[in-house]
């Protein structure tokens, strides 16, 4: 345990050390169930008993109801789950209603576990002698309290206090009343809950000592009242969950690897449970580095839960080191312009070196000497304009012979490779990629003429002609929906960043005795971004194992439930993640490009307006889109209001300006009730970012 968590738990150790009476409350304290609200407990049955074919329609708003109506009947002042099933065979018989209770009894075993936090704390009150109690507002009976209690580590405890048996209940008091009653001293008592009213005021009021325990949804910043779910699905809620269940009950996992767990495990998990799906019965499947590293390794752990899937393969490649041999295959025109042209990331430009390293020709050989003829400098020439590109198209046209002799012994390299990894040969060929264009799948068609079926998390419309009937895509295919598509290609390369691999790009291959071997571009000085990528892939690797727990729930994830975390990390560019992705980089370009960008922009406080000015218009070529932080020596009293300066200056300057036009052009009519709506605007604004930050 470290920082926040070891400065509690030594808190509430130091309380226990004052006490000799320690009580506990039960669920969102010591154990925690893996769904985000109770009320999901009833979702799940409902959904087996439809799977069972037992005929009870609408079981939640049965089960709901039946609550309710028999909390309005009772003059106790909680009730028993007896008392809700007793209306529930009222309205749907005796067999029905003890199949219903047995289902639901059976479901809150396998979803409640303990939390990791207060069993230490229970622990440490155990090993230094004192007398413990669980104390719960609850309807379920002791005896199942008790199986659940044992099953998940505390074995060991003095009495079990349930209101639903005796009636007496913390939210009104008199559980504390009766306590004081029971036991000689409650001024040497602490009671540990989660709930403000009931485990800390009311047992203050009577006298007793009470530390609040704030509920892991809470402390994961999610509302702690049961409204249904909101807009959560419930395979979002059970994700959701296990997530802030792990997360929030420990601080043994770094930024990188909590990311991973919260942030983006449900997006590989459903990326890579939707693809199983998809090679059901094939007989092959090779992940693509490196964007296929992380689906790779996730892959071959969920393997092991499933049948009927291929086993999978990891081979090396990358756009240069296959699409630019294939370009043997193309005309000389279309070759020439994928030689030059640059990554689609606003910022990068390529240069002459990039062009030459990209097609491996000896830079020793005379060239240089025809960059004047063509109005060219050197290997370090930018290219900026048309006339730039038009002059390194001559150039290029002039040395051709030159590179198609290099690439056919580039391409007969890659063929041997391929053959080596057992490619060649197979009616069917399957591939995993993150995606976009397909043209790694396009080469691979290429240059072995087989059937190669690509799986991609998204491909744009202008997939090659020749293989669009053959690409699969989770997120969005073809470039639909578009508004997926559009969400992602805005915010590429976030996205290719979590498909990243602590390897480096390949280059190309080269002989090695008798086979050919892959040659790798050094991995990127950064210690920050390798940090980062084993982080992310611990932490979604780790995720996964508890999702498979649950994996008959989790079945036919959409996309945009497996989505909606990183969608919601991009959009709210909180301080805390603004400045961890501000130590990263990543080179953008094809093959041996050396054009390095950053994700986030950084300004010091105290620097002049027109530097801040100018790196808020920097900041929309960054990775992360409009990422921009100030820093400062105060900076985690002022994050808060940095964060609503930098989401103010995103909102009013990127995307707006045009319905910004428009109002304006109302205002010069109606200059009054235009001064009305931008007040009323900017303080919802406001009011909005705060809340957020």
């Known amino acids: 345990m470290r920082d926040k968590v070891k400065a509690e738990f030594e808190q ?14 039960i669920y969102d304290t010591a154990l925690l169930r893996n769904v985000l609200y109770p009320s999901d407990i009833f979702d799940i049955v409902e959904m087996t008993l439809s799977e069972q074919r037992i005929a009870i329609v609408e079981f939640k708003r049965l089960r709901i109801a039946s609550e309710s109506e028999a909390r309005r009947r009772s003059v106790s002042e909680d009730i028993t789950i007896d008392d809700i099933y007793r209306v529930v065979m009222e309205r749907i018989g005796t067999a029905l209603s003890e199949q219903a209770l047995q289902l639901e009894l059976e479901v809150e075993r396998k979803f409640t ?7 230490q704390v229970y622990d ?7 007398l413990i109690l669980f104390i719960s507002d609850m309807y379920l009976p002791p005896t199942v309290l008790t199986e659940l209690l044992l099953k998940n580590g505390y074995d060991q405890y003095d ?39 009931s485990d800390y005021e009311n047992a203050r009021k009577a006298g007793i000592n009470a530390y609040y325990y704030k509920s892991v949804r809470e402390r994961a910043g999610m509302s702690v009242i049961d409204n249904g779910r909101g807009r959560l699905t419930l395979r979002q809620s059970l994700m959701k969950a296990l997530q802030i269940n792990a997360c929030e009950t420990t601080d043994e996992y770094d930024y990188w690897e909590r990311f991973g767990r919260l942030t983006v495990s449900s997006l590989f998990y459903g990326f890579t449970t939707w693809l199983m799906e998809g090679l059901r019965g094939q007989e092959n499947v090779y992940f693509l580095s490196r964007d296929g590293y992380l689906p790779y390794l996730l892959y071959k752990r969920l393997a092991l839960h499933r049948a009927d899937v291929p086993q999978a393969q990891y081979i090396y490649a990358s756009r240069r080191a296959y699409q630019i041999p294939n370009i043997i295959h193309i005309p000389q025109d279309e070759a020439i312009e994928l030689l030059i042209a640059n990554n689609k990331v606003p910022g990068h430009s390529i240069t002459l070196q990039e062009i030459f390293d990209n097609l491996r020709l000896d830079k020793l050989k005379d060239y240089d000497n025809k960059f004047e003829m063509f109005g060219l400098s050197d290997f370090t020439y930018e290219l900026r304009g048309q006339r730039d590109i038009h002059a390194t198209r001559e150039l290029l046209k002039s040395i051709y012979p030159d590179i198609m002799a290099h690439l056919k012994e580039e391409a007969e390299l890659l063929r041997t490779y391929l053959q080596q990894q057992g490619i060649e040969g197979k009616h069917r060929v399957n591939v995993v990629d993150v995606g976009w264009r397909a043209s790694t799948h396009k080469a691979l068609h290429d240059m072995t003429g087989m ?24 997120v969005f295919n073809l470039g639909r929906p578009h508004q997926l598509r559009k969400h992602i290609m805005e915010n590429v390369m976030m996205y290719e960043f979590l498909f990243s691999a602590p390897h480096g790009s390949l280059i190309g291959f080269k002989q090695d005795g008798r086979r050919v071997v892959p040659v790798l571009k050094d991995l990127e000085e950064n210690s920050a971004v390798i940090a980062a990528m084993n982080g992310i892939q611990i932490g979604v690797l780790a995720m996964a194992d508890e999702y498979e727990q649950y994996a008959d729930y989790l079945q036919g994830m959409k996309v945009e439930e497996a989505l909606s975390d990183f969608m919601a990390f991009i959009e709210a560019k909180r301080y805390e993640d603004l400045m961890a992705f501000s130590e990263l980089t990543a080179v953008v370009g094809i093959g041996d490009s050396k054009s390095k960008q950053k994700y986030v922009s950084v300004i010091p406080s105290g620097v002049s307006q027109k530097i801040k000015r100018a790196a808020m218009r920097q900041s929309v070529t960054n990775l992360w889109p409009g ?32 319905k910004l036009l428009g109002l304006m052009v109302k205002g010069i009519k ?24």
């Not at 990422?627 to 105060?634: E, L, N, Q």
């Open 627 to 658: 990422a921009i932080v100030m820093t400062g020596s105060k900076e985690a009293a002022a994050s808060r209001w940095r964060h609503v300066g930098n989401r103010l200056y995103i909102q009013f300057n990127g995307g707006r300006r045009k």
């Open 12 to 25: 509430i150790c130091r309380l226990i050390d004052q006490n000799e009476y320690i009580s506990f409350d």
């Open 113 to 119: 576990v303990a939390n990791r936090f207060i069993k």
């Open 159 to 197: 009495a079990l206090l349930v209101s639903g048996e005796d009636g007496c209940s913390k939210a009104t008091g008199s559980r504390y009343r009766q306590l004081q009653d029971l036991y000689p001293s409650t001024m040497s008592w602490l009671h540990i809950g989660d709930n403000l009213v």
């Open 670 to 693: 109606d200059p009054k009730r235009a001064m009305r709506y931008v007040r009323g605007s900017i303080v919802d604004q406001i009011k909005s970012l705060i809340r957020k930050a």
């Open 451 to 474: 059937n190669v079926y690509g799986y991609y998390l998204g491909t744009i419309e202008n997939v090659y002609t020749d293989i669009a009937d053959k690409v699969s895509a989770f």
């Open 124 to 130: 440490y009150a155990r090993e230094r002698g004192k």
